[in-house]
């Protein structure tokens, strides 16, 4: 197992000159982010143990350890929650990392200072349709608030199928606060969002996706102990995307990304606690 660790720290006397936000990464699975520490030390990213994660192969059944994943090129599968989660990374000469598939190639740079930014560039065949997904498990206390401009048009896939709705209301929930174990368990997907902020506390979370020509949006996994049915557990998925669609095989005209002429797409990710 190898695992990176980015943060910028500028030492005067033992002491940072700002407060800075860390990434660890660990290559060798998925190039999962196992760790995102916010400006004050704060730990972001809900864990769990799950020792069958290390020995998963393409094609395998998702494991759900936690962290943040990389979904290529669909979420709800098949692949299960897409090809890229399951295989070891490389480093790039740039100081990145890189993963190739059949018929992809991924890179991503993270720098990390006041804030995170993951930097991405994909290279596929022309035409070539995906969802990409940054499949980022939160940890957060009953009670937290999800910042998303009311009235938004959103789907919402549950057992009963997929529905729509505007935000922050489905049926009789609030979508928009976290609060106890309500036993459900919804995929959320809000097209053309680009940036979402979760509040906890005295804390908060932003994150803001940029691209250009591309869908875009968000999905939230609000999983308040509902899922899996034997063992059910809470677990709360912000999950910025190219696309918005859960599956590519839901996905209509204009609901996932596509590969332009020039084979190559570029995004970036920001995220600052």
């Known amino acids: 197992m190898t695992a990176g660790k980015v943060r910028r720290d500028q030492a005067k006397g033992g002491l940072l000159d700002d407060p800075v936000m860390s990434v660890d990464v660990d290559m060798a699975l998925g190039g999962r982010w196992t760790s995102l520490r ?41 692949p299960d929650h897409g090809d890229v989660w399951c295989r070891p990374w490389s480093a790039s000469p740039d100081g990145g990392l890189f ?14 200072g006041s804030a ?28 937290a608030v999800l910042d998303v401009p009311s009235g938004r048009d959103i789907w919402v896939n549950s057992t009963d199928g997929m529905t729509s709705s505007h935000w922050p209301r489905y049926g009789d929930t609030n979508l928009g606060l976290l609060g106890e174990d309500d036993g459900q ?22 994150m803001r996706l940029s691209v250009q020509a591309q869908p875009s949006g968000f999905a939230i996994w609000r999983n308040l102990g509902g899922w899996p049915e034997s063992e059910p557990y809470r677990n709360v998925g912000i999950e910025p995307m190219l696309g918005y669609s859960p599956t590519l095989a839901l996905a209509g005209p204009g609901e996932s990304a596509v590969m332009p002429a020039s084979g190559v797409v570029e995004w970036s990710l920001t995220i600052k606690a």
């Open 185 to 206: 368990a919804l995929m959320v997907i809000i097209p053309e969002l680009d940036t979402l902020t979760v509040h906890d506390g005295a804390d908060s979370l932003t």
């Open 38 to 78: 916010g400006c004050n030390g704060r730990e972001w990213l809900w864990r769990r143990a799950a020792p069958d994660r290390a020995s998963v192969q393409p094609g395998d059944a998702f494991v759900d350890a936690g962290g943040l994943e990389e979904c290529l090129p669909t979420i709800g599968g098949p």
């Open 116 to 143: 995170v930014t993951a930097f991405y560039r994909l290279e596929a065949t022309p035409g070539w349709w995906f969802i990409w997904a940054a499949h980022a498990l939160v940890d957060l206390a009953p009670g």
């Open 99 to 112: 993963v190739q598939g059949d018929g992809y190639w991924l890179s991503r740079r993270v720098e990390a």
